[in-house]
């Protein structure tokens, strides 16, 4: 209850402040509601002027026709389209704030879990009945006004007519039921329709293009999408069937008894027990209130549908705030490192995983040292970066920035002071001085600071094939733009890694993983020199490779294997060990000679 109260509270204060002009105009429909439903008494008024042959109640039921319908139309115009462009600025400022709030939760959990993803897959599905949750509110309260003031007018010319109000109440209240079950379609099907969205999108995208045509993909996944979206639309045909059943009884016993409440209203007029007047209104009426119980109820489910909605986004800024009171820590990182980076007995392990991807690991990373990270698949390397950039919390142990705990950092002052490349970096699809540029966007139009960068993530081949260099549009989805390869996507984000300045923290995931051999070579020279002045500010440079040739300059080299450190030490030191690192350091050396 108090979550549909807020939801109401969060339609209503972001339409207000929306505009509020706009939303008072918005009122005037329901106005105009209101006013329609007076008709029958003009309609049972001319009825008896015509029995009668009274010429002032023909004019006065004529005039207040006209008058009621012209201004009613007038304020239907104007509510309407108030309500229509209401609903896009609405639209919009639910657009703007559900990006601003995705961007703004500090961990990656939510784009992992698929609890969460399913949630937000309703969210995305559903996200539309947000801009129109003021209309469909505002529907209701039109629709219950217009009810309201249709059933005095009915009641008062006959007292019969309550009997066709009572009859259509249990459909009313029969809406309780069934705006249950609309969530529980909507529920039940979620995953099935996140799968079948997931997957239209799989057949769009060029990185797709190539696996799906060699492996003929096209008819399978066709079959899994066909199969997901019957699935996602299964609870949908059942609950269509369940609602024509309680229609079909209400619609049956509503007609029944309006047949013989209107006999009996006949018999008594030709009996002259009612007047002219009041049959009429009684006719009138009749359809009326059959419209307005259908009404109700599908006024009520359009604005449960979009409290549902607003319920979703509340449930995603509580979602947020949930994760941001984890990140309580308000200490500043150190300007410069003098202890270093300490993992004391840090666990991890993925939401919904089975083991750890980390496991009661302790590890000290000397200030201006460069650490190189190495060990088989799914050893934990990113792990560990990931959980360096405060992506992930760990599971148990913690931390220590120069013996402050992460967990009680300022992570956004920490990320501040850390950069580098990701193993799953991003091709940000804009200008080639943008994508680069990002990396720090206090400099993002330093043109010198971009070449500088591209410079040293030896990326300044890549600019010199661009046709219009820095202003180059990347990206062959839009007009102008240029496809690029995949290593030289890479070398691009190892630039935009390059764009900070004096970071406490250089991580470079795998950064030379699409590379070839010279671009390699030219890196690591330029590695060296930008590790030195990271080193030289009292920084840590974390270097994640698969390429022994270049973790001998490291000055330590820590090897891990299932989320544990199964040795570490120089590279000499290690080589001399004949362990893990000496027998592996063979292996590749043999296969480049
Ligand atoms: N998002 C995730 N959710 C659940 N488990 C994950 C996730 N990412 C990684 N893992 C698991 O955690 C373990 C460590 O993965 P990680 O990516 O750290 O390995 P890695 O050493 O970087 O491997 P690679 O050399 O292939 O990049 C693996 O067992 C992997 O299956
Ligand atoms: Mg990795």
Redesign the pocket.
Known sequence: MKTTLRALWLVFATTVRASPLQSLLCLAETASRALSALNPLFYGLFASGAVRQDAAMLLAAVVGLICTTAVRMIFEIIGTSARLRQMDTIGFVFQHRIAKIMGSIET?DHQ?SPALLDKLQMFRDYAGSLAGALNSILGLINTVVWSATSLIVAITADWRLIILVLLGLPRILLTRMTVRWDQEVEDEGSPHNRRANELVDLCHRVDAGAEIRVFGLAPELRRIIRRSTRQWQLPTIRKAGRYMLVDLINGLVYYGAAAAVLGWMIIDTFAGRVDVQAITIAITALGTLQVMTSNIVGTTKWAAQSIRSATRFVWLQDYARTVHDRFTGDRKPPPKLQIGIRFENVSFR????T?N??TDLTLDLAPGQVVALV??????????V?LLTGMYAPTSGRILIDGIDLADLDVTAWRQRCTGAF?DHANFEFTAAETVGLGALDRMEDTDAIKRALYDGAGENVLKALPNGLATQLGTRWPKGIGLSGGQWQRLAIARGMMRRRPLLLAL??PTSALDAATENALFERYAAATRETGRRGGITLL?T?RFSTVAAADTVVV?SN?QIAESGTHTYLLRRQGAYAELYGLQARGYS
């Open positions: 990656l992992e993925y939401a919904g995983a083991r991807a980390i060990g088989e698949n799914g050893a934990g390397k990113s792990t560990l990931k193993q995931d795998e994640v698969h891990l989320g």
